[in-house]
């Protein structure tokens, strides 16, 4: 279940690239009771899952899946993370991250994400990723033309 | 970190056959904070990612690890799994997960398994998992004879 | 994201009891790259979070949630899992996760669970999860009238 | 299973404090199958599994638990979270994960990390955790002085 839009609320990411304004995705995700841990927050290797959703839903906003994408051949494992975790995050919060591309480069890209709880009202995470294109033998390559065409596209108009 | 055994300590597993005789597998796991859930517990699916490192340690005490099944273009996919929870399993407890094959068949195989709480003392859980072959292009098939040979194998002596 | 629903599709559990007739309620999951394994499929462990989700879904669905049976001091921890795999699962897919309650006791509950894969068009597996009423200090306890009367509710009407 | 070290083999992280010098703690980790994802690799939510683990070991090598500095009333949420990846890591690989301190301040305190896959040989992954300290009410708290004295402990020899 996703949103667009065009400017993200805050903008605590140091790094702002003219790719950025191409356009913010939103990705509304439920915390999960297995999600949470016995401290009773969300643990924080799940923002990474939820990341990765988040990811999936920026590419089906300018109408391709990240699917679609290792089946033409590139796919994108992440080579960094680095997240900031400024709030609470609790089981059944409603959680809305925000995705965007901050970085492209011939051969890397660079997501990225701000998490606000709707539940509590908070900005609550921020953080970014960044991957890097290999083909299916597993080698660095450039993006081909058409890849980055689909990723340059800008938002398309979608229901849910 | 895996011991071997002739004879599970406690037989809950209403169908025990010849094979099960050849040898339990122990091995020895503790509970990660992010497997534990709000309730104070480990969350009930992690038990069966705990199955799946016992029947790579079942594989390893017969001289072959489930890699190498893989590799020789046999997977295991899990067709079944019913486990009963009995008692309380929290962050930092020393598990034993006992593992063994109750049944095999020309293309399926049962494991039964039973979780010794080294912390609490206490029978925690139990429950099976029945897998059948599949070669490299998903297709259910017979076990070939010679990974047949190596689920047959006797127990090796072996360290950690 | 919620769908309601009078009767199951399909009727695979033996076990069919009055209260299941009180209704279905279905829960959509997109399955997340980081829910699929080496062998392409979800692994199994996942179904249970994706059970988890369903059961928050169904309470929602009689105009309560799970946080809130908990905040009332009633815990439902899972005793018995048992579930079958019959079709492939893979990323991205689209799954509805069908939930109903089959039989209800004095301090127990049994949830029935049937997964439909969209993307495939398979009933993929079925299941059912067995809980226990435990109380804040984890005692087993019978549901209190207002917890019962919570979970005896007909479906709401309702969005998502 | 965990070793103790004096000094980190490779030293990438930028910031080297004395702390650090106080020994460098490693734990044992092998990949489990749940824990890769369709592209082959273990999936990058995984390494803070791995992480916590070995955080876990850093304690106990010092004579203490985590467990037991949260039963003291100190909690340790993480609050940031860096890591680079720069090697696959697959199933059943074999890791060593370095663990030490980087920084120890009032309140807060940094684990940096050091993923050694031994069965690529490589240096696979580097990463660092900072943590704040919080009591029963979730409130930062400064380390009270028990707790810093067993933080500051000489590493301990000891078996398995």
Partial sequence: MSRCWVKPQSN??????QTERQGVVEE???VRYGETDRMGHAYYANYLFWFEQARGA?????????LQMEEAGIKLPVVEVWTKYRGE???????????????????????????LNQTSGQITTEGYTWHVAINDSHKAVSFPPE????????LQVFGE
């Fill in 12 to 17: 605590r990411m140091k790094k702002v690239s």
């Fill in 28 to 30: 509304q995700i439920q």
């Fill in 58 to 66: 920026w590419c089906r906003a300018r109408g391709f899946t990240y």
């Fill in 89 to 115: 995050v609790k089981y059944d919060d409603i959680l809305v991250v925000r995705v965007w591309v901050s970085e492209i480069k011939r051969a890397a890209v660079r997501f990225d994400y701000e998490v």
């Fill in 147 to 154: 890849i980055r065409a689909w990723m340059d596209r800008p």
